[in-house]
């Protein structure tokens, strides 16, 4: 999980990336993940946002500031190169390999805080999950609302809510398609969810 308070450390982890991108077959990886190839770069499309990955690094196509998590989390995709389709299935992080390690620090960062922060706003949510690409979702679970995120190029996102009541708190809950680890690492998977909550939040 990232941590805000160390940016220069991250921008140190950046500038390693950037060194790996210098040296990757981006177009190959690029042409594995079904992604536009233009000018030397990759564009990718992170929830709503395009970025051109390419040797010299990570770029907003609409030239605005791209956050550090942002960068490193589409370099990384670029550097895994997966391959394969989604699976149509969500798990919670704690059902990926290796997730239940770090499944409870995912439940406070990145589910309590989009509980926490739409709570009672539901509509709010809905407005601002549509704004990044989010469709309603059909669950089994009963929930008061679900959506679809095509958070990156197959690797979709899933988040539910139950609103607060007189009884519970709001509780909000973070899916992965079941290939998600064939694209990215749990640590970026981790940062990934953190990334669309924030992005919500931004929205709204």
Request: aromatic letters at 8%.
């Amino acid at each position: 999980m990232f941590d805000s308070e160390r940016p220069d450390v991250y921008e140190q982890v950046y500038a390693g990336l950037v060194d790996r991108l210098a040296g990757a077959d981006l177009a190959g990886h690029a042409a594995d993940l079904g992604l536009a190839w233009e000018g030397g770069a990759a564009l990718v499309p992170l929830l709503g946002r395009d970025y051109r990955v390419d040797r010299e690094g990570v770029r907003a196509v609409d030239g605005g500031k791209a956050a550090f998590t942002h960068r490193i989390v589409l370099a990384h995709y670029l550097l895994h190169g997966g391959r394969g389709e989604e699976a149509g299935r969500f798990v919670p992080y704690r059902q990926l390999p290796g997730g239940a390690d770090f499944a409870r620090s995912m439940a406070l960062a990145v589910e309590g805080r989009l509980a926490k922060g739409f709570s009672g706003r539901l509509t709010d949510l809905d407005r601002s999950a549509r704004a990044l690409g989010g469709q309603p979702a059909a669950t089994e679970a009963r929930v008061d609302a679900a959506w679809r995120f095509p958070a990156l190029p197959r690797l979709p996102l899933m988040i539910t809510i139950n609103d607060a009541d007189e009884d519970f708190p709001a509780e909000a809950k973070l899916f992965y398609d079941l290939t998600a680890p064939n694209f990215l690492d749990l640590e970026c998977l981790a940062a990934l969810g953190l990334i669309l909550v924030l992005e919500l939040e931004a929205a709204a």
